[in-house]
Nanobody
Framework: QVQLVESGGGLVQAGGSLRLSCAASGSIFSINTMGWYCQAPGKQRELVATITRVGSTNYADSVKGRFTISRDNAKNTVYLQMNNLKPEDTAVYYC????????????????WGRGTQVTVSS
């Protein structure tokens, strides 16, 4: 079994900062790409940022220059530093990871956390 547990969400004023963390645990051999997605009320889940195992990053245009994704492979953890937050960033933020569970198999599986609420007040 694999679990992804997010933390760090909360309520913040516009212009403020939050740091999200997501720790993966369980039956894990290695983790490929990790990422953050968000879903606002009435909208579809959308990409925020992703990071590969070797540190290549990709960001949604709306967060470039404000958010930074990073990871600690030794801790199976991914982070999202969110600066200069805007009311439109309000959403549930979900962690995602592409996980290889066995040394004997190259197959990887997609896992999601349960989400953490980020609310930005104006």
């Amino acid at each position: 079994q694999v679990q992804l547990v997010e933390s760090g969400g909360g309520l913040v004023q516009a212009g403020g900062s939050l740091r999200l963390s997501c720790a993966a645990s369980g039956s894990i051999f290695s983790i490929n790409t990790m990422g953050w997605y968000c879903q606002a009320p009435g909208k579809q889940r959308e990409l925020v940022a992703t990071i590969t195992r070797v540190g290549s990053t990709n960001y949604a245009d709306s967060v470039k220059g404000r958010f930074t994704i990073s990871r600690d492979n030794a801790k199976n953890t991914v982070y999202l530093q969110m600066n200069n937050l805007k009311p439109e960033d309000t959403a549930v933020y979900y962690c995602n990871a592409d996980i290889r569970r066995r040394r004997s198999s190259l197959r990887s599986e997609d896992f999601w956390g349960r989400g953490t609420q980020v609310t930005v007040s104006s």
